[in-house]
């Protein structure tokens, strides 16, 4: 994830196979957004974009929409 062009630089395909999406399906911070369960966007948004801004790996639970 690019923070600055919210956009993300890769999608591994498994992606597909998980959750039935395209790596093309989503591109951009919203398209991610839009896809989480609403109830989970600003625990998960600020959780990861604090992580990102400290340079940590990190990973996160979070309900999608499928």
């Not at 998980?18 to 989480?36: A, C, E, N, R, Y």
Request: contains cysteine.
């Amino acid at each position: 994830m690019d923070w600055e062009t919210q956009e993300f630089s890769y999608i591994g395909p498994q992606i597909e196979d998980i959750l039935g999406w395209t790596p093309d399906s989503f591109k951009t911070v919203q398209d991610w957004i839009d896809l989480m369960h609403p109830e989970d966007r600003e625990s998960t948004l600020n959780v990861c974009m604090a992580l990102s801004n400290k340079g940590t790996d990190h990973e996160a639970d979070y309900r999608v929409f499928n």
